[in-house]
Nanobody
């Protein structure tokens, strides 16, 4: 059974840092790209960053470029999101996404429950 679970959220002051983790299980982790999304109150869910399987190409939303870094540890089946110089507008629930093929070759989306990140003084 495919599962992804986020951890590491919390309350941080503007300019601070947090690292989110997403632990994955139930599929061959190193074969799949992984993504981080976020959803702020009253807004649509948006892509924050993603990372390919190998080679590890990364992609970032313009709003987080230069501040956030996505990485992965295939030995631990975990993807990370290092967030630096956080701003109040980064406040959102952050979700991890795995798009995994089933036995029929269909891609299914697996979302974690989310991790709340609040940036406030």
């Amino acid at each position: 059974q495919v599962q992804v679970v986020e951890s590491g959220g919390g309350l941080v002051q503007p300019g601070g840092s947090l690292r989110l983790s997403c632990a994955a299980s139930g599929f061959t982790f190193n074969n799949y790209a992984m993504s981080w999304y976020r959803q702020a109150p009253g807004k649509e869910r948006e892509l924050v960053a993603d990372i390919s399987s190998t080679p590890r190409r990364t992609n970032y939303a313009d709003s987080v470029k230069g501040r956030f870094t996505i990485s992965r540890d295939n030995a631990k089946n975990t993807v990370y999101l290092q967030m630096n110089n956080l701003k109040p507008e980064d406040t959102a629930v952050y979700y991890c996404l795995a798009k995994v093929r089933d036995g029929l070759g269909r891609r299914n989306d697996y979302w974690g429950p989310g991790a709340q990140v609040t940036v406030s003084s």
